[in-house]
């Protein structure tokens, strides 16, 4: 069975080490490749090269990723020899644009789908204490409010943003089913793209 080089090979830990060994490991390599350690005719080397092992732990660190990468790579051990893959850079870096756009919006959905309900709850909140101390002022003397204007307005725009909140969240709340099925969409391209990637890595 061909034995080739890994990601594993690149921090210098073995393929079973755990996630202490692997931050430790990229620590140590961010001492040589990190921009700040490179004189400024090697920048754009370095940009690249830190670029490439913060994927490599973001990979290792994941357990889920971490096992698609472990399961690709036996895939090319058990396989018969082949030429090795030769990517252009331009084909490359689109790639790991779209990742990193994949990844974005996501986390964006992410936290809409998350916090729909402390959104509907902060607003409710907010607009529902702006709007007493607002409708408050029909029943105290207006003279109260009379030496204080500026509260008057602080009432109309927190029952605004609360209002407003409160709406964001509810629309947040319906939306929940079309978030989670893009959420399983872009998982699914995320998977792709990262196999892709992948591909490179492993064979060269």
Not at 52 to 71: H, K, Q, V
Not at 167 to 192: A, F, H, K, P, V
């Amino acid at each position: 069975m061909p034995r080739i080089k890994t990601f594993y090979d690149e921090l210098g830990v073995p393929r079973d080490a755990n996630a202490g060994s692997i931050k430790h490991a990229f620590k140590e390599v961010a001492k040589v490749y990190h921009p700040d350690k490179n004189p400024p005719d090697k920048q754009a080397w370095a940009h690249e090269q830190m670029s490439r092992f913060n994927f490599i732990m973001e990979t290792l660190l994941n357990p889920a990723t971490r096992r698609e990468y472990d399961d690709l790579v036996k895939k090319y051990e058990d396989a018969p020899p082949v030429v090795p893959l030769r990517r252009r850079p331009r084909e490359q870096n689109a790639i790991e644009r779209e990742y990193a756009q994949v990844s974005v919006e996501i986390m964006n959905l992410a936290g809409k789908y998350s916090n729909c309900r402390v959104k509907m709850m902060v607003g409710a909140i907010i607009g529902s204490l702006a709007a007493v101390m607002h409708l408050s002022a029909y029943f105290v003397p207006a003279d109260i409010f009379d030496d204080f204007p500026i509260t008057f307005a602080f009432t109309y725009f927190f029952t605004l943003i609360g209002g407003v909140m409160l709406i964001i969240g509810i629309s947040d709340y319906l939306g929940r089913g079309q978030y989670r099925r893009r959420i399983r969409e872009l998982e699914q391209r995320r998977t792709q793209l990262r196999e892709r990637m992948y591909e490179v890595f492993v064979v060269n």
